[in-house]
């Protein structure tokens, strides 16, 4: 599987994705053993990889973690200082998308997706 990063505002830090077909546990994949994770540096072209993926239903949260504190910075407790993205471009409102908004599926032939990377501050 494949996706490529796009909109980054800068190469400051690192983007970390994470992949889950858990609908409780998205958008962080906390406590999911078998959700696929991965972080690489941030840069001009970003792409990313999950090897072994099983057919499924999934959804993916992404974080352009700035700063590498390994968490998401907020402004007031609820404002994202840092980007975010979600698989299928699933809408924001007061908060992260409904797994269901950001959920595809996974086959046996490849699956390649584009996130954009957006910022609220």
């Known amino acids: 599987m494949r996706i490529t990063v796009t909109n980054l505002r800068n190469t400051k830090g690192v983007v970390m994705a994470c992949m889950t077909a858990d609908p409780d546990r998205f958008p962080r994949c906390r406590g999911d053993a078998g959700s696929h994770r991965t972080s690489v540096a941030a840069g001009e072209n970003i792409v990313l990889r999950f090897d072994n993926v099983r057919p499924g239903t999934y959804a993916i949260a992404l974080l352009h973690d700035e700063n590498e504190n390994g968490r998401a910075d907020r402004a007031l407790t609820m404002i994202p200082k840092e ?11 007061l908060g992260p998308p409904d797994f269901e908004d950001a959920a595809f599926e996974v086959q046996s032939s490849p699956v390649s997706q584009t996130i954009r990377m957006r910022y609220m501050l």
């Open 83 to 93: 980007g975010f993205g979600f698989s299928r471009d699933a809408p924001v409102r």
